[in-house]
């Protein structure tokens, strides 16, 4: 089955940028899409299709895809970006998650 | 607005079973593709199983033959019934609203708790 792999956190300093991976075999040729999970909550949709955000997002992110990784970029990043991220793709009839970054703001 | 409420989560020894609700508003569960996604204590995202517009299913082969998916259109709900529970089987399971194209999860309720443990 396809595998998907993110870092397991990033620390990132207030205003700088957090760019995330995600990992996979010819991840390009695939629409990525990313959630953002704050705790004790249910994950929201943030990028869709590698780049697409959807209505209510923030432009401070930003999304890219080639190649074996596909990247989520957090520009200007606040307190409230810390959360949990995961990228997911569509496998044939299967749904796969990355294993998540937990984003620290320091 | 679209919103979703699970219910039905519950304490439940291994080997038992349990059906899961989920309570659509603000469209149709009958026209879009839904889904349940579950996640472990302290663990990640494990997509569960899917039911098409057009009625095609789908399972994570963690829970094929044990778990089947359900909707009442009349009631616009989404159901998951769980058979032969096992530990692994513990997490919060989230009723989710498919994007357009059914590729991504668009659409989240809160979850519900199911711990399986004797």
């Known amino acids: 089955s396809y595998v998907l792999t993110q870092p397991p956190s990033v620390s990132v300093a207030p205003g700088q940028t957090a760019r995330l991976t995600c990992g996979g075999d010819n991840i390009g040729g695939r629409g990525v899409h990313w959630y953002q999970q704050k705790p004790g909550q249910a994950p929201v949709l943030v990028i869709n299709?590698?780049?697409d955000r959807p209505s209510g997002i923030p432009e401070r992110f930003s999304g890219s895809n080639s190649g074996n990784t596909a990247t989520l970029t957090i520009s200007r990043v606040e307190a409230g970006d810390e959360a949990d991220y995961y990228c997911?793709?569509?496998?044939?009839?299967?749904?796969?998650f990355g294993t998540g970054t937990k984003v620290t703001v320091l | 607005e679209v919103q979703l409420v699970e219910s039905g989560g519950d304490l439940v020894q291994p080997g038992g079973s349990l059906r899961l609700s989920c309570a659509a508003s603000?469209?149709?569960?009958?026209?879009?593709?839904m889904n349940w996604v579950r996640q472990a204590p302290g663990g990640g995202l494990e997509w569960v199983s899917i039911?098409?517009?057009?009625?095609?299913?789908f399972y994570a082969d963690s829970v094929n033959g044990r778990f089947t998916i359900s909707r009442d259109t009349s009631k616009n709900t989404l159901s998951l019934q769980m058979n032969n529970l096992k530990a692994d089987d513990t997490a919060v399971y989230f009723c989710i609203k498919g994007g357009i194209r059914g590729t991504n999860f668009e659409s989240w309720g809160r979850g519900t708790l199911v711990s399986v443990s004797s």
């Open positions: 039911l098409y517009s057009g009625g095609d299913i």
């Open positions: 997911q793709v569509l496998d044939d009839t299967s749904y796969v």
């Open positions: 603000g469209f149709s569960v009958a026209d879009y593709y």
């Open positions: 299709d590698d780049r």
